[in-house]
């Protein structure tokens, strides 16, 4: 069995699922992370990536999977004891929408953040409000999503996801989502202790 590579940025967000499930399921030393160059032209990382994205996980198998949440699940099945929870086919269809909102909500922010990093006259203002009013409807739609019992149940995919795009949203400067929030700011609170969370804390810049 050859040591699991996981190509990362300190500071995705969807990199981050990947590395807190690296540290859930205690795989540190099964798993190496390696510093990837994205964004780039000509970065030699499209030679092991041809999509260029993290995260990217080496596989037990030598081969090669891209997608976070697909990595998360590969990740929690090594032990064949899973962390993740799973819906019960009574709760699959309202699982998956919260699955699916929190993933819009990651998606949209993470536009938004590609854009302020661009050079400012590459910089589109049109994508920057739109993606900030989608970002506000999500959040405002989750005020109320976060209080539904899968939320706050075991650990799954929609807490993960939605505890590194909560997290994300912060790093947005100017933006601060907590005021009038108080059922998401409280959630963020409680998930925010979890140990693989705080030891993925992307550097400050
Ligand atoms: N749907 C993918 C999204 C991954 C993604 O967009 N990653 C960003 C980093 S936050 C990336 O690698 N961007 C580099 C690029 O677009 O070339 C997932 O869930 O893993």
């Known amino acids: 069995m050859i040591k699991m590579k996981l190509y990362i940025t300190p500071g995705s967000p969807y990199a981050r699922m990947a590395r807190m499930m690296v540290i859930e399921k205690g795989l540190q030393s099964r798993v190496s992370e390696q510093l990837a160059q994205t964004r780039v032209p000509d970065s030699p990382y499209y030679e092991t990536n041809p999509s260029?994205?993290?995260p990217y996980l080496i596989c037990e198998d030598g081969l090669g999977l891209e997608e976070s949440i697909a990595i998360c699940d590969y990740l929690d099945s090594l032990d064949g004891a899973p962390l993740l929870a799973r819906p019960a086919p009574q709760q699959a269809l309202a699982v998956a929408?919260?699955?699916?909102r929190a993933g819009s909500l990651l998606d949209g922010l993470a536009v938004w953040l590609r854009e302020l990093l661009r050079p400012s006259d590459e910089r589109s203002q049109t994508i920057i409000r739109h993606e900030q009013a989608r970002a506000q409807r999500l959040l405002n739609a989750w005020e109320t999503d976060i209080t539904h019992p899968w939320m706050s149940g075991p650990f799954n995919?929609?807490?993960l996801r939605m505890l590194c795009a909560l997290a994300f949203?912060?790093?947005?400067?100017g933006f601060d989502w907590t005021p009038d929030r108080p059922a998401l700011s409280r959630w963020f609170e409680a998930m925010r202790q979890r140990p693989s969370f705080t030891a993925t804390e992307p550097p400050s810049k």
Do not use: E, N, P, T
């Not at 929408?97 to 699916?100: F, G, M, P, S, Y």
């Open 169 to 173: 949203a912060l790093k947005i400067r």
């Open 52 to 54: 260029g994205r993290v």
């Open 97 to 100: 929408r919260l699955d699916a």
């Open 157 to 159: 995919h929609a807490q």
